[in-house]
Structure formats: structure tokens, C-alpha cells
């Protein structure tokens, strides 16, 4: 059966990471899609993925959000989104395929298909995994970008470096130390001849934006200050070379999607998954730890990963053999 044009619902809670996986994926088999956000209160927030919707989201009957006539796919993603992808999974029966994006801690029969990143260890007949978390910056894509810089970007001497800061989380801290550190190693870039294009992130503390700052202030650059629409997608397709924080999976997935390559910085902390997943860039050729000084730029080649054309593809399979 053809997906082209066909429909799909992304369902998350909103987060720009989340919907970015389920945008990658949704475009890369040409859907139609809408976006679905779900904000489960009380009890069921707290019960999430294991409980049902409530009943006043009325699925399935008019006037809800999740009403038919039902999509030909739906994609979620996220502990809170997982209650209502089954519920819709009831409801729509053959009508709709359900994707799950990560593990969804119910179990693989929850959807027709999950995936998770290899780092993440699940497994089952209809699990896939790939290296890298998918996103929406295709080939294609990032051809047209690199096509069409902004003004002020196409200004800017190369060789070009995007540094792209994300902050603490869970797992990985900014404690003054490693902000004095990565500072450092962006320093001694800056004493090259090379340009920087600079973003952060909702996490980043303004401790760590202010040491960037004054340690790429001697080199021509871009320092994104959230006024404006995001310079982020130009940055990476303009890119000869990245710098990206290993807190976040997605910018370190989308940064290897360029071809380009990339140091990885590491600030305090890690664990065993995400270990692993840098462990796996590391060993394939897209990336290297950021050094704590550079004398000099390397550059290196691998094939770009693009995760979310290999999803479309098992998507198609598993739609074929369902």
C-alpha cells in the first residue's frame, strides 16, 4: 500500500525534541500530518504510560481531538502520549498503523512498530533501532539550506564553526569546572583563522553562554540571542565543522547528519546509555571528543546518517507484511 500523501497524527506533550523525532519521521514518508498535543492532569500525569485517557477526551467521538475519520498513521511519543496511542490503537483497529518513538515501558505490543536508538537495548520482532534519533534535516534538505545562506551568514570567513550548546540534565552537569573547560577548548579555536555560529538552548545556564561569549569575541561570528527567527538549521548545513554538548541526542544526531565533522564536548556526568551512543558515533567515524585545547582543526569524512529514511523504509516493510 502506497504512503504518499497519506495522513498521520504526531502525538506528544508538546516538547520541541519529541515533536522534532515524529516531524523527521512523518516527513520522511511524505505525510500529511497534525500535530496533537495532550496534557494529561492529576493522577493520570502521574500514571503515565500505564493508565487510560480520562474519559472526558471522548476518543473516538465528535468533537474530540482524536476523532475520526482516523489517520492512516499515528506517531507518538513520550510517556504522557502513550496512553492515547492506545487508546486510538483500540478504536481505529486496522484502519490506522501506530509508531511508537522510544521505549515506551508498556511493552512491545503497544504499537504495530517501535523504535528506540540501538543505545537503548529493547528488542522485539517489531522493534527497529538505528544509531542516531531521527529529526527532520534530510539531505535534501540541508542541500537547499547550503544553497540559500542568510546574508549575514554568507558574510562570515570559513572555515565556519557551529557550536551548539545545549546544559545540564539528568545526566550531564555544568558545574563551573566544565564550563571553564569547554571554554578553553573554544578558545584555542578561537585563536585560528575560523568564523563561529553559535546557538544555545532552554537548558543552557547563562554562566556557560557568557564564557562562549567572551572566549569567541576576537573571531567574526554569530551568537544566536533568541531575537529573530533560529539561524540553528542554516548553522548546520553551513557548517565545516561542529561542536556540540553531549547532553542532548538529538542536536548530536542532527549535527551527524551533516557529513561534517564533529567534536563532542563532555561535560560533568554521563551514563551507560549514553555511553553507548557516543561510543557508537565515535566508532563509526562521525565523531571525536572535544580535545581540551586544539593546535590545530582536523577534518574527517563519513557518510551522513540520515535515521529517519531508514525508519520510513521499516515503516513501509512492516505496513506491507501487517
Keep these: 500500500m502506497e504512503l504518499t500523501r497519506r495522513t498521520a497524527w504526531i502525538i506528544t506533550d508538546g516538547k520541541a525534541g519529541m515533536n522534532a523525532q515524529c516531524i523527521g519521521v512523518a516527513e520522511a ?15 493520570r500525569r502521574i500514571l503515565s504510560p500505564w493508565i487510560q485517557p480520562s474519559p472526558r477526551e471522548r476518543i473516538g467521538r465528535p468533537a474530540s481531538q482524536f ?15 502513550i496512553p492515547y496511542l492506545r487508546a486510538i490503537r483500540k478504536s481505529a483497529g486496522q484502519q490506522t498503523f501506530t509508531i511508537i518513538l522510544q521505549d515506551p515501558k508498556t511493552g512491545p505490543r503497544t504499537a504495530d512498530l517501535i523504535w528506540v536508538p540501538a543505545h537503548d537495548r529493547l528488542q522485539g520482532e517489531n522493534v527497529i533501532t538505528t544509531m542516531t534519533s531521527p529529526h527532520a534535516f534530510t539531505p535534501a534538505r540541508l542541500k537547499s539550506l547550503r544553497q540559500s545562506p542568510p ?30 573547560r569547554f571554554a578553553k577548548a573554544i578558545r584555542s579555536m578561537a585563536e585560528m583563522e575560523v568564523s563561529f555560529m553559535i546557538t544555545a538552548s532552554r537548558r543552557t545556564p547563562q554562566k556557560l553562554i557568557n564564557a562562549i561569549d567572551q572566549a569567541t569575541r576576537s573571531r567574526p561570528r554569530i551568537l544566536w540571542n533568541e531575537e529573530g527567527d533560529n539561524p540553528y538549521p542554516h548553522f548546520l548545513a553551513q557548517a565545516d565543522i561542529l561542536v556540540v554538548t553531549a547532553d542532548s541526542v538529538n542536536m ?3 549535527a551527524c547528519a551533516t557529513g561534517r565533522p564533529v567534536y563532542v564536548f563532555e561535560p560533568d556526568g554521563g551514563s551507560a546509555k549514553f555511553d553507548r551512543f557516543h561510543e557508537a558515533l565515535r566508532r563509526y567515524g562521525a565523531t571525536r571528543r572535544l580535545p581540551d585545547t586544539l593546535s590545530d582543526i582536523e577534518y574527517w569524512d563519513y557518510s551522513p546518517l540520515d535515521s529517519a529514511s531508514e525508519i520510513a523504509k521499516a515503516v513501509e516493510q512492516h505496513r506491507k507484511e501487517r
Design 67 to 81: 476523532a475520526p475519520p482516523w489517520p492512516d498513521i499515528a506517531i507518538a511519543t513520550g510517556r504522557l502520549a
Design 151 to 180: 546574508a549575514e551568514l554568507a558574510a562570515l570567513p570559513r572555515p565556519l564553526i557551529a557550536v551548539l550548546i545545549g546544559g545540564s540534565n539528568t545526566v550531564y552537569k555544568f558545574s563551573g569546572e566544565a564550563i571553564a
Design 252 to 254: 548530536t544526531s542532527e
Design 29 to 43: 514518508l511524505a505525510l500529511d500530518y497534525d500535530l496533537k498535543q495532550v496534557r494529561p492532569t492529576g493522577l
